[in-house]
């Protein structure tokens, strides 16, 4: 049994990423990536999240500005669980409903403690890159996230209300010094 750790993206993990990719289609979750073109073009897949520009893996709108970010993968045991994303700076809309760390963890490895070691182990990425405080957003429905981030050190800075874009975020900042 080997520890967890955040890995850049591998084509190693491909069949447990797929794996948890159906876990979050069945939540609502990544439904922009089909399941079909990861299988057959995973490889290009992994190469588009190494390349720490923008959001290539993920659709946005062209009035979103793309802000460079460092996307890792926490794996245990050669097994996917869970992403990370830390955007580099933050934008107008990031400010308010991004954050610059997101982290997911896969609904079948939920409730075992790896949120906060992945949160923890992405703390000194966000620290690497200059943030020295970064920002999280959290849905405040979301308490087993809350938790999370407040484990890490996370405080509450406010809560943002929906606009007909963009749903509800609780805001946090967690000292990455």
Known sequence: MTAS???RPSI???ESFLAA???YHKEGHY???DLEYLNNNFEEYVKLLSKDRGHPHQPHPEW???VPETVAWFVKDNEYLGTVDVR???NWHLEKWGGHIHFILRPSMRGKGFGKRMLQKAIPIA???GIEKALLTVAPENKAAIRTVEACGG???DTLVATNRFPTRARYWINCT
Request: net charge negative; no cysteine; glycine share 0%.
């Open 5 to 7: 750790k955040l890995t």
């Open 12 to 14: 190693e993990y491909k």
């Open 21 to 23: 990719m159906v876990e």
């Open 31 to 33: 439904l922009y990536n």
């Open 64 to 66: 979103v500005e793309n």
């Open 88 to 90: 580099h700076r933050l």
């Open 127 to 129: 620290n690497y890159l």
């Open 155 to 157: 405080e509450y800075e």
